[in-house]
Each structure stands twice: as structure tokens, then as C-alpha cells.
């Protein structure tokens, strides 16, 4: 099993709806969680962290739930520049590995 | 500008032929590593180093070597590369602390092993 999965899509949206996607991990002991925006294969780039309490930034809200250990992006409002691949990434407790899912592509149409 | 940098960014070179992927950032991280990234397996961890002299295995180092003799440099050496070996690779460093939250990507260098 993926120490990180997550459902590839593609997420097809029209501007302005609502899309929301998870992410799954497999080491419980895992203690930071982030989720990462990565354009058409250039480098991916921090999007936000993932806290325990669930945060949000703008139009995106990111959300842990450690018993049934995921963690969930939600974007409103949704924007052309949305369009992107989301990655999410995963630390564990004891080392500094650093474990990327395959990330979820979203479209977001005119 | 704090920016990591890599090179090169594209690559043809054939089976066997040693080669080096230079990384290099200016931003004092103690932090860097190297990831592959191929299509449907998302980002993969292949080295990553804590400080000078100080390097680990990530997810995939098989086929690979690193070396941190300096605090801003993290070649990729590859001794033998093989086709298996192609892929985009990309460079990355961060604070310590802040592993995660923090990581600044190079620009990517896309490698075919023919």
C-alpha cells in the first residue's frame, strides 16, 4: 500500500462551483501534513499546511481527521487559475522523509 | 532572490555514461533532497540531506548518489544511468524546522537515458 494516496481525477468544474478532494495516509504516527499546488510539471509550491484544528486560506480550506487518517482540500468559488495538480504531502514523526501523493488534477472550465 | 537552482534543466545522454545534476540554493537551508517524479506515481523522495556530510536515503536511492560537502550544494550523481532512470527530477531545500511547510523546488531537470 501508498504511504500516500490520493484520487488522481481529473475534477472537471465550471467557475465558480465548489470542489473538494482527499488525501489518505497509511502511518498513523504521521505529524505534518501540507497540501502543495504543482502547474503543468514545474515545480510544486506550498499551498498550505494542514492543522489539526482545520484551517483555511481565502477561497481554500484544508481539513486533518486523524482517526480515519486523511486530509481534505476544499476549494470555493472556484477560479480559472484554480486549474492545477494538488499534491499532498506527508511528514512522518521520527524523520525527515518527506512523502508526496500522486496528487489530484482539477480543471476548472469557463 | 532566494531561488534553488539546478542544471541542467534538460538532458539526453545514453546508458552507462556517468553524469551530475547540480543543486544549488541561497538560502542558508540546512535541508535539501532530491525527488523523481514520474507520471502516476506523484513525487518520490530519493536522498535528502540535514546538513554538511549529513545524507539519508529516501524512498527511492537505488542507482543513485548524493554528496553535501558544502552547506548550498546537493549534486545528484548517477554512476551508470539506465532508461529506467528517466524522469523529471527536481531539487529541494527548506529550514530544519520547517521541513515540510518550507520546501523551495528548483525548476526541475527532465533526464532521458537512451
Known amino acids: 500500500r501508498k504511504e500516500v494516496e490520493q484520487d488522481p481525477g481529473p475534477f472537471n468544474v465550471p467557475e465558480g462551483a465548489t470542489v473538494a478532494f482527499n488525501c489518505t495516509y497509511s502511518?498513523?504516527?504521521?505529524?505534518?501534513f501540507f497540501w502543495y499546488r504543482q502547474d503543468c510539471r514545474k515545480e510544486p509550491k506550498l499551498l498550505m499546511s494542514?492543522?489539526?484544528s482545520g484551517n483555511e486560506d481565502g477561497r481554500f480550506t484544508a481539513q486533518l481527521n486523524r482517526a480515519s487518517q486523511y486530509i481534505s482540500l476544499l476549494i470555493r468559488d472556484s477560479k480559472l487559475s484554480d486549474s492545477a495538480t494538488y499534491l499532498c504531502?506527508?511528514?512522518?514523526?521520527?524523520?525527515?522523509?518527506?512523502?508526496f501523493g500522486a496528487g489530484t488534477t482539477v480543471t476548472v472550465r469557463a | 532572490e532566494a531561488q534553488v537552482t539546478q542544471n541542467p534543466r534538460y538532458l539526453i545522454t545514453v546508458t552507462g555514461k556517468k553524469l551530475t545534476v547540480t543543486c544549488s540554493q541561497n538560502m542558508n537551508h540546512e535541508y535539501m533532497s532530491w525527488y523523481r517524479q514520474d507520471p502516476g506515481l506523484g513525487l518520490r523522495q530519493i536522498y535528502y540531506?540535514?546538513?554538511?556530510?549529513?545524507?539519508d536515503k529516501g524512498d527511492v536511492p537505488e542507482g543513485y548518489k548524493v554528496s553535501r560537502k558544502e552547506k548550498r550544494n546537493f549534486p545528484l550523481i548517477l554512476e551508470s544511468p539506465s532508461p529506467n532512470q528517466t524522469s523529471l527530477y527536481f531539487c529541494a531545500s527548506s529550514s530544519l524546522i520547517k521541513t515540510g511547510e518550507t520546501q523551495y523546488f528548483g525548476p526541475g531537470t527532465r533526464l532521458l537515458v537512451l
Open positions: 540531506s540535514m546538513n554538511v556530510e549529513v545524507t
Open positions: 502511518n498513523s504516527a504521521s505529524q505534518s
Open positions: 504531502v506527508v511528514i512522518g514523526s521520527n524523520d525527515y522523509k518527506l512523502s
Open positions: 494542514v492543522y489539526s
